[in-house]
């Protein structure tokens, strides 16, 4: 029985390394038996999931601690902070190289369904009445069901967080991207 019981552990664990979805929430599992009991299989994280999940947590913290600052077109600083340059600069405090501008950042990552939304992803809206290309970009920092809460610098109030349920938001926005 104990030999059965080995070899059919090693298949499932060769099995399990198999090709599989690209998108799991939990990628391996452990089964923990004790003389022939098997207790509940735990679910473990992804080792790359954890570090997106880090590395997403570590860009929304730069970005909310210029939350208030006031807006400066082409700012960087926490004298002042355009939208673009707002996700620049916490991407770059984070090792991450990226586009200036809120246009050349849209070409950049993995477009994404609303729905799919996470946090560290980036979302682009159009606001110019006149103009038809993105102009404006935000952080996601929290995902509450549909609701769905970006950090960005807005020329009436600075950098603010706001949620795309909101009417404008919700009518200017564009597309989303994942960068990490």
């Not at 059965?4 to 391996?28: E, Q």
């Not at 405090?93 to 560290?120: L, T």
């Amino acid at each position: 029985m104990f030999r059965k019981t080995i070899i059919l552990l090693l298949f499932f664990a060769v099995a399990a390394c198999g090709p599989g979805k690209k998108k799991r929430t939990y990628s391996r599992t452990r089964t923990v038996t004790v003389e022939g009991s098997t207790e509940d299989t735990i679910p473990l994280k992804s080792e790359k999931e954890e570090i997106v999940n880090e590395k997403a947590e570590a860009i929304i913290s730069t970005a909310m601690s210029y939350s208030g600052t006031r807006y400066k077109y082409g700012g960087t600083t926490n004298k002042g902070m355009d939208c673009s340059g707002l996700v620049y600069v916490s991407l770059k405090e984070n090792d991450i190289m990226f586009p200036r501008s809120s246009y050349q950042m849209s070409m950049e990552g993995q477009k994404i369904e609303v729905g799919e939304v996470q946090k560290g992803d980036l979302l682009y809206f159009q606001t110019s009445k006149t103009g038809k290309r993105i102009n404006h970009v935000g952080l996601v920092v929290e995902v509450d069901g549909d609701d769905i809460k970006f950090i960005h610098a807005t020329t009436s109030r600075g950098v603010l967080v706001s949620s795309l349920r909101e009417g404008y938001w919700k009518y200017a926005f564009v597309k989303a991207m994942r960068i990490l």
